[in-house]
């Protein structure tokens, strides 16, 4: 039995391999990689949202280019689903079963990324041609354009990295704080680990530690406390940096227990 709106597999072929898409799955890759980290701001949240909607709009619609509407339609409750609340179960229950976390910013003001659609659905009925001209040559490198398609993808629903902070404090605050001595341990702890001293940047921390993906930094909460933040990196896939920056935590609080009496670890209030 034939499907009324078949595949159109040629032309499948040719919009994976032209300089729209291509240049949409690149914005989408350095943005997420590189933009977001270096230029935090509205324009880098919404760069990829637009890239990857045209990243999965355009070889759908050169694919059924007869259904277009429906191909709206579908794109935007999935996208709606996925920057609502009503998207957090799914979510959980991937994070469950999959090597790295998913997630995604509740913001529906990311819905106005929905307006690429119409922009590439006229591209596609332009009749978008490829700039390999051998069909041959589009065949070879569709291969390698749809794994980083699906890396892209994934990486840019990958949920950002945790913080792991806690507050140094002493039970009583009329007892004597070994500061100096809490800061050289929480040194000793870091070097064991492979990080390096980093720059300081005071009022914001008095001192630093940076390497193998974590970011360690302290700073003085008055005469009797001192914050630990624990910042790991985001990697594209994997939880390597999150694993790391739980053991470092944790081997910290071990060495002051171990090291000073009459000190408590306080870990901030979740965020909702």
Not at 39 to 59: E, H, N, Q, R, W
Not at 60 to 66: H, I, K, S
Not at 77 to 98: E, H, Q, R
Not at 154 to 168: I, L, N, Q
Request: glycine share 8%.
């Amino acid at each position: 039995m034939h499907s009324r709106y078949p595949i159109d597999r040629s032309r499948i072929l040719v919009i994976f391999t032209t300089w729209p898409f291509l240049l949409a799955l690149a914005l989408l890759l350095v943005n997420d990689a590189l933009l977001k980290q270096a230029y935090p701001g509205f324009i880098t949240g919404k760069l990829s949202d637009f890239a990857g909607l045209a990243v999965i709009a355009l070889p759908l619609l050169a694919a059924f280019p007869r259904r277009s509407r429906a191909i709206y339609l579908a794109l935007a409750a999935a996208f709606l689903w996925w920057k609502s609340p009503a998207s957090g179960a799914f979510i959980s229950c991937m994070n469950d079963v999959l090597p790295m976390n998913i997630g995604r910013t509740v913001d529906f003001g990311d819905l106005i990324a929905l307006a690429v659609l119409p922009v590439c659905a006229r591209y596609v009925a332009s009749g978008p041609r490829s700039f390999l001209k051998r069909e041959s040559l589009r065949r070879w490198l569709l291969p390698p354009v749809l794994m980083v398609t699906l890396f892209g993808v994934m990486a840019t629903s990958k949920a950002p990295a945790v913080r792991h902070d806690f507050e140094v404090r002493a039970l009583e605050s009329s007892a004597p704080f070994p500061r100096d001595g809490i800061v050289d341990a929480i040194g000793e702890v870091a070097r064991s680990r492979g990080l390096k001293p980093a720059e300081a940047n005071p009022p914001h921390w008095e001192g630093a530690f940076e390497g193998r993906g974590v970011l360690l930094t302290y700073t003085f909460k008055g005469p009797t406390g001192i914050a630990v933040g624990i910042q790991p990196n985001s990697g594209a896939f994997g939880n390597g940096e999150e694993r790391k920056a739980v053991k470092l935590r944790d081997e910290i609080k071990k060495t002051l227990s171990l090291r000073f009496k009459g000190l408590e670890f306080v870990d901030p209030p979740p965020t909702h």
